[in-house]
């Protein structure tokens, strides 16, 4: 638990930004010892993300889910917790919201609003069973939650293959009732994907913020997550607060899930392996150190990098792994405060190292 | 009725390989006290490695060799991290896991003209006979007439085994993972005993990696690991952190693969969904560890980056 409190407490913007700096350079290296144009790469992978409106749509679309797989990881590590899981609660979010959007008769408005808390009270419920556990029989949240992530994947394809596909490899269509698409907004973006939940993303950043910083139960979560045996001390139930920030986490999580599922796709397909977008959560959380508007930045840079770098693939033909490969040094480079360390021997001549 | 039984027992065999060499890889680095998520990232890379090397060598063996030494690379970079600078070991993990699948894919895009998938492996391991062990009905041809790297894990465990109770090196690599700081005031490098530890368990994945892709399987891609590094990783939990365990879970999760595979045999799958049974091994994992199904001790110090002088 402390060596996440420091993480959000060592990275600054600076930090950050140098960190993103130094990764985006790993991958340029990794270009140009493959024999590809970095600058050429790098260009086309800015310009075909942003320029063409229908670009920028899915740009956009790829974002929302980012927003909230990073705000439920960064809402975990506040209360000192790995929630791991958050690629299993984005999974029972979509397949719940599948569910509803698919097999309950309401009318519009009324049938997406009720699939989609569906979807995050799914992801809820995934997200309370790491959490009860860690709480009553004291298990590691990560192990737990990587199971659970497994299960979904393997519940989510039973029962679109048994259930609701008829032996397809995809769910029919949800009711147009349930949809999350805005049909003139999509317009506007030359029929790009992007729905509604990209609001609620925004809205979601803003209730952590809230939640978190502004209430008597954010205060209490950030206790426990910066000493736990203080907190309990002071009269606070740790077990409760590690049991509802699992909870909360697994909310956005499963709200991800929705939204891709109701607007995104509009149906549910079997998946051979993990979408990888709550994985993603962990890098966006971290870059973001934690904090809502730093989830909402970096989830920006890591859709941007993400959707071009599907079209870098095609245009300057440099394999769109190598941004895997970015994402993974970033990651590292902010865990283990590279760019701190490197800031910190520049400066202690001045000021000195003080636990030196 | 014979036949199945030996179909199912040597299925069992196969698929228990991979996780053996990767949990005893888990056992290494989570006994001296360093977490490893990474362990799905460092059988992808031996997998691909294998492969790649194979192709370019001609000697699956070769390919096993450079497996072994992509891990140990890939490794490095975790122990650093989570060793010498203190970073938070499943994050680490998390980013290990990262950088293999994207470094191999992107390799292989780059190397295969833009293919998913590598070339096959013409050449692969292939099963070794012993004689006479191997004509025993049943048993014989499951577990005397196997993979080459099934000897190997089976080796590794018993070595290991030994190496962890009867000698000073594991004496003290149980040290480090349970009380590094008793551990450095009796003259035991934490650090050093550390990054031996996590160096062994990636060139232990990784082997487990390569045995997928030129053993088991006989080209890489994407979907090669899918998943096996986290299975691993519960037979490590839940074979309570031991070697034998190991291998018993292992096995077990194993035994799992090989009925969704003969499934169909035993028209076990028209009563039970193949997801269901795919499901087994993560759901025991969690009634393990909930304590159902006796406790799991983690090593005390797991997790914990060591701060020479605090407690």
């Known amino acids: 638990m402390k060596v996440l409190s420091r993480i959000n407490s060592q990275s600054t913007f600076i930090t950050s930004l140098l960190s993103i700096l130094l990764g985006m350079l790993i991958g340029a290296i990794m270009m140009v010892?493959?024999?590809?144009?970095?600058?050429?790469?790098?260009?086309?992978?800015?310009?075909?993300?942003?320029?063409?409106?229908?670009?920028?749509?899915?740009?956009?679309?790829?974002?929302?889910?980012?927003?909230?797989?990073?705000?439920?990881?960064?809402?975990?590590?506040?209360?000192?917790?790995?929630?791991?899981?958050?690629?299993?609660?984005?999974?029972?979010?979509?397949?719940?919201?599948?569910?509803?959007?698919?097999?309950?008769?309401?009318?519009?408005?009324?049938?997406?609003?009720?699939a989609v808390i569906a979807g995050g009270l799914a992801g809820a419920v995934w997200g309370l069973v790491p959490g009860l556990l860690k709480a009553t029989r004291g298990v590691h949240e990560v192990i737990i939650s990587i199971m659970m992530n497994f299960i979904a994947l393997y519940l989510s394809n039973a029962l679109v293959f048994h259930w609701m596909s008829n032996g397809a490899d995809s769910t029919p269509k949800i009711m147009d009732s349930a949809s999350l698409r805005i049909d003139a907004v999509s317009q506007m973006f030359g029929g790009a994907r992007l729905h509604f939940g990209l609001i609620l993303a925004i809205l979601a950043a803003f209730v952590m913020y809230v939640l978190v910083w502004r209430t008597r139960l954010g205060y209490e979560l950030r206790a426990v997550g910066h000493n736990p045996l203080a907190a309990e001390y002071a009269g606070m139930s740790v077990k409760r607060n590690i049991i509802l920030s699992m909870m909360f986490s697994g909310t956005f999580a499963g709200l991800a899930g929705a939204g891709e599922a109701l607007g995104t796709s509009g149906y549910l397909a079997i998946q051979p392996a993990f979408t990888g977008i709550g994985f993603d959560g962990i890098a966006v959380a971290l870059l973001g150190a934690s904090t809502p508007l730093g989830v909402v930045l970096a989830s920006v840079l890591f859709g941007i990098l993400t959707y071009g770098g599907g079209n870098m693939q095609f245009e300057a033909g440099v394999p769109f792994e190598v941004i895997r490969v970015v994402f993974a040094a970033i990651i590292l480079f902010v865990a283990a405060n590279v760019t701190g360390r490197l800031l910190g021997k520049f400066s202690r001549n001045k000021g000195g190292d003080k636990r030196a | 009725m014979l036949d199945t039984l030996t179909n199912i027992l040597s299925t069992t065999v196969i698929y228990a390989t991979p996780l053996i060499l990767a949990g005893m890889g888990g056992l290494y680095s989570e006994r001296s006290g360093v977490v490893n998520i990474g362990l799905e990232g460092l059988m992808t890379i031996g997998a691909f490695t294998a492969v790649v090397s194979t192709l370019t060598t001609g000697s699956p063996w070769l390919g096993l060799l450079f497996a072994v030494l992509a891990g140990v690379l890939l490794a490095l970079p975790h122990a650093v991290a989570s060793i010498t600078f203190k970073a938070d070991q499943v994050v680490s993990g998390v980013a290990i896991n990262f950088l293999a699948l994207g470094l191999s894919v992107y390799l292989v895009k780059h190397l295969y003209d833009g293919a998913g998938q590598t070339p096959v492996v013409e050449n692969k391991l292939n099963a070794i006979a012993i004689p006479f062990l191997s004509d025993i009905p049943v048993i014989g041809p499951s577990l005397f007439k196997a993979l080459p790297t099934t000897y190997i894990a089976i080796l590794v465990v018993l070595i290991s085994y030994y190496l962890l109770t009867r000698t000073t090196f594991g004496m003290r690599l149980r040290a480090v993972g349970e009380h590094p700081h008793a551990a450095e005031t009796a003259g035991v490098s934490v650090v050093k005993m550390r990054y031996v530890a996590v160096l062994i368990s990636g060139a232990l994945a990784a082997l487990g990696g390569a045995g997928l892709s030129i053993a088991i399987g006989s080209e890489f891609n994407q979907g090669t690991v899918a998943g096996q590094g986290f299975i691993a990783l519960a037979a490590l939990i839940f074979g309570k952190w031991r070697p034998f365990g190991v291998l018993g879970a292992a096995t077990f999760f194993g035994f799992a693969v090989a009925l969704t595979l003969t499934g169909q045999l035993f028209n076990v799958t028209k009563y039970v969904p193949s997801e269901v049974l795919s499901m087994l091994p993560y759901v025991l994992t969690i009634l393990a560890l909930a304590g159902f199904v006796g406790r799991a001790e983690a090593p005390a110090a797991v997790g914990k980056p060591y701060e020479k002088g605090s407690r």
């Open chain 1, 33 to 114: 010892v493959a024999g590809y144009d970095p600058i050429a790469a790098y260009n086309a992978l800015f310009v075909s993300a942003l320029v063409q409106p229908y670009d920028l749509g899915e740009t956009l679309r790829t974002i929302t889910p980012l927003i909230l797989t990073g705000l439920a990881v960064a809402l975990a590590f506040r209360t000192g917790l790995f929630n791991i899981g958050v690629e299993g609660q984005f999974i029972v979010g979509q397949l719940v919201a599948i569910i509803v959007g698919l097999k309950l008769n309401l009318p519009p408005v009324l049938h997406a609003v009720v």
